[in-house]
């Protein structure tokens, strides 16, 4: 089985090589410096792994799970928000189908 992080690459070079959307890395975390300074990045708690925008403006999230992993309450909450602001969210778990997964949001679909 292959781990979600080579399914993540497989998928974000999928995607961009369409140029249709282009899609970046949501790192999401925190880390307390060495000098105690506390620290967060990404777009926050339960954001998609990979953020992006479609060459209409339309932006686009995608959850990328390995075959057996599932989505947190906090991804579900996230998911939730960005699709009633029009974002296209979609959990997918191979390259297969985040490209059917893009033609759905090409198509106006919300995930």
Do not use: Y
Not at 15 to 20: E, F, W, Y
Not at 62 to 88: L, N, P
């Amino acid at each position: 089985m292959m781990s979600e992080s080579k399914i993540q690459r497989a998928i974000r070079i999928a995607l961009n090589r369409t140029m249709r959307v282009r899609v970046v890395r949501n790192n999401v975390g925190s880390v307390t410096t060495a000098d105690g300074r506390f620290i967060s990045f990404g777009v926050g708690r339960g954001s998609a792994d990979l953020l992006g925008v479609l060459r209409s403006g339309r932006a686009v999230g995608f959850e990328i799970k390995a075959a057996t992993g599932r989505v947190s309450d906090d991804q579900r909450r996230w998911h939730e928000a960005a699709r009633k602001w029009g974002v296209f969210v979609a959990v997918v778990r191979s390259v297969d189908e985040a490209l059917e997964a893009l033609a759905r949001a090409e198509q106006g679909a919300c995930e």
